[in-house]
């Protein structure tokens, strides 16, 4: 069965805090794609980065990070010095079934960044 | 601009009635989705199509149907709208050259009383 699972359902930090929001996947294929999409409170999705399956490499982006560990199927995303625009629900997805399989999402993560 | 165009942007809908929310996309994209997001359980998939003339259900299919007549427009039709369905939708499209890399409308809030 493929599934995502974010389990922090709601995170509150100061501002400059850092904070790492938790994906972790299933799936039986080897090809698959694992995404971070933002959604602010104006409602609309924002892709933020793609990884495929054979790409374990670490990315940094900004004061954005995301660490792919295929041994403990994670993809998890941190944040360095959060600023309140980084308030959003944050949702990881799968994509399986190759390129043109259907991606699912988590249930999302709540990230709320205090002044 | 390039992009996924959804209407309308929101609507107050009578239970029983028919409904089609429509979406436009200009990428020239092959797949196509809808997916509905009701708060704490994320986004689920309705129904999908990977090409023109081609359409597959998705997690939460009942009581929706599309139809995928060309590649640009593929609209999800209400055939008798229920309490339940009241919820955003969002259309999706998708280009396989770019590892499956969607790219969302901008969502319809639909509110069925």
């Known amino acids: 069965a493929q599934k995502v699972t974010q389990a922090q359902t709601e995170i509150s930090v100061v501002e400059k805090e850092d904070v790492t929001l938790d994906c972790v996947y299933e799936?039986?294929?080897?090809?698959?794609?694992l995404f971070w999409y933002k959604q602010p409170p104006s409602g609309e999705l924002v892709f933020l980065i793609r990884?495929?399956?054979?790409?374990?490499q670490n990315e940094i982006s900004g004061r954005y990070s995301w660490n792919f560990q295929k041994s403990t199927s994670s993809f998890n995303f941190t944040i360095t010095a959060s600023q309140v625009v980084d308030s959003a629900v944050y949702f990881c997805?799968?994509?399986?079934?190759?390129?043109?399989?259907?991606?699912?999402f988590g249930k999302g993560t709540k990230l709320s960044v205090k002044p | 601009i390039a992009g996924i165009t959804q209407a309308p942007t929101s609507q107050i809908l009578a239970a029983g009635r028919r409904m089609t929310l429509r979406c436009t996309q200009d990428?020239?994209?092959?797949?196509m989705y809808w997916y509905r997001q009701d708060l704490g359980l994320g986004l689920r998939l309705i129904h999908y199509s990977n090409t023109a003339g081609t359409t597959g259900k998705g997690e939460v299919p009942d009581g929706y149907s599309v139809s995928r007549a060309n590649t640009d427009d593929f609209p999800l039709t209400l055939a008798s709208a229920v309490p339940s369905q009241t919820s955003v939708y969002f259309c999706a499209s998708s280009d396989p050259t770019t590892g499956g890399g969607y790219t969302f409308g901008s969502g319809t809030r639909l509110t069925v009383v």
């Open positions: 799936t039986r294929d080897t090809t698959y794609y």
């Open positions: 997805a799968l994509n399986y079934g190759g390129s043109q399989g259907n991606l699912i």
């Open positions: 990884r495929n399956s054979f790409d374990e």
């Open positions: 990428m020239r994209h092959n797949a």
